[in-house]
């Protein structure tokens, strides 16, 4: 079964740091690109950022110089490094796998980010 | 950057009834489109890829139609699972996401 499990969420102040995790099973996981997405309470999707498999990586202007995609093939590990948090990026935050170019499945099942002080 | 419209934002239905939601793109996508569905404190689910293509065990009276500009997601028969929030997203240029559909009970 293909599956995604998202963590390290939690409650990080202002200005803060946090390190997302995502543990990637069922499936070849190198030969895929993937995904980050987030979705404050209540609101819509937002994609946050991607990695290919050649380890290209893209964002978003709301978070490009923040925030770092990883990934590691060996482990079939996905990261978020996020780095000068504000309070607009409080949401859940899901990895998704990428398919033929770029439609999200599956997704994780999200891990929650809140920027407060 | 290319911003995703849909309509409408709330829809209200009963079950057995053929709905559709509209979502237009600024700019042409060709047909890189998905539609997700998603319920509460749930994580979004593809059921549309390539503007029409039904994802594996997705139910049928799902389809999608469309390219270029125009796309419609329809639902033949309305089911009582079927009541969720539907996004759209474009996947030409990066990827973004319509502001979604929330289908409610009449």
């Known amino acids: 079964e293909v599956q995604l499990v998202e963590s390290g969420g939690g409650l990080i102040q202002p200005g803060g740091s946090l390190r997302l995790s995502c543990a990637a099973s069922g499936f070849t996981f190198s030969n895929y690109d993937m995904h980050w997405l987030r979705q404050p309470t209540g609101k819509g999707l937002e994609w946050v950022s991607t990695?290919?498999?050649?380890?290209?990586?893209y964002y978003p202007g709301s978070v490009k110089g923040r925030f770092t995609i990883s990934r590691e093939n060996a482990e079939s590990s996905l990261f978020l490094q996020m780095n000068s948090l504000r309070a607009g990026d409080t949401a859940v935050y899901y990895c998704a796998r990428g398919n033929a170019g770029g439609w999200f499945d599956p997704w994780g099942q999200g891990t929650l980010v809140t920027v407060s002080s | 950057d290319i911003q995703m419209t849909q309509s409408p934002s709330t829809l209200s239905a009963s079950v057995g009834d053929r709905v559709t939601i509209t979502c237009r793109a600024s700019q042409s996508i060709n047909s890189w489109l998905a539609w997700y569905q998603q319920k509460p404190g749930k994580a979004p689910k593809a059921l549309i890829y390539?503007?029409?293509s039904l994802e594996s065990g997705v139910p049928s009276r799902f389809s999608g139609s469309g390219s270029g500009t125009n796309f419609t997601l329809t639902i033949s028969s309305l089911q009582p699972d079927d009541f969720a929030t539907y996004y759209c997203?474009?996947?030409?240029?990066?990827?973004?996401f319509g502001q979604g559909t929330k289908v409610e009970i009449k």
């Open positions: 390539k503007a029409s």
């Open positions: 990695i290919g498999t050649a380890g290209d990586t």
């Open positions: 997203q474009q996947y030409n240029s990066y990827w973004t």
